[in-house]
Structure formats: structure tokens, C-alpha cells
């Protein structure tokens, strides 16, 4: 679990999202974009290049606002 000042500090190098990105099951996610940063051994992995969208993941835009 990241501390949760990093995490509000955090944007989507993508998008450029604000609200910041959610932690949600143990990753990192942009609610504007949905793409997903991986969470390895504490610490954020943030490269636009290596992410996953909720799309890729579940086939579906995840149209759902975030938490």
C-alpha cells in the first residue's frame, strides 16, 4: 500500500489526469484513461508505454467513476 500523499501527488503520464490516479488492487489507475501502473515492491512503475487500459483488461471501457 503506497502512502496516500504520494498517491494524490501522483499524475497519469498519459493524460495528465487530475483527480490524480486511484489505487485499486494493486495498482495504480487513471480514472480519465483507464490505463493501469503496476505497483513492484513499493514502488510506482509510471511509464505510459508499459500500461494496460481496463479495456485491455476486461474487453470493456470502464465507464465507472472512480473511488
Known sequence: ???KLLV???ACPACDSRP???QKD???ECPE???????????PRM???ETRTSKD???VEND????
Not at 484513461?33 to 514502488?43: A, E, H, L, S, W
Open 26 to 28: 494493486g495498482a495504480l
Open 8 to 10: 494524490l501527488a501522483l
Open 1 to 3: 500500500m503506497l502512502d
Open 33 to 43: 484513461c483507464g490505463r493501469r501502473y503496476p505497483v513492484v515492491n513499493g514502488i
Open 57 to 59: 483488461i476486461h474487453g
Open 64 to 67: 465507472e467513476p472512480a473511488t
Open 47 to 49: 511509464i505510459a508505454d
Open 20 to 22: 490524480a490516479v486511484v
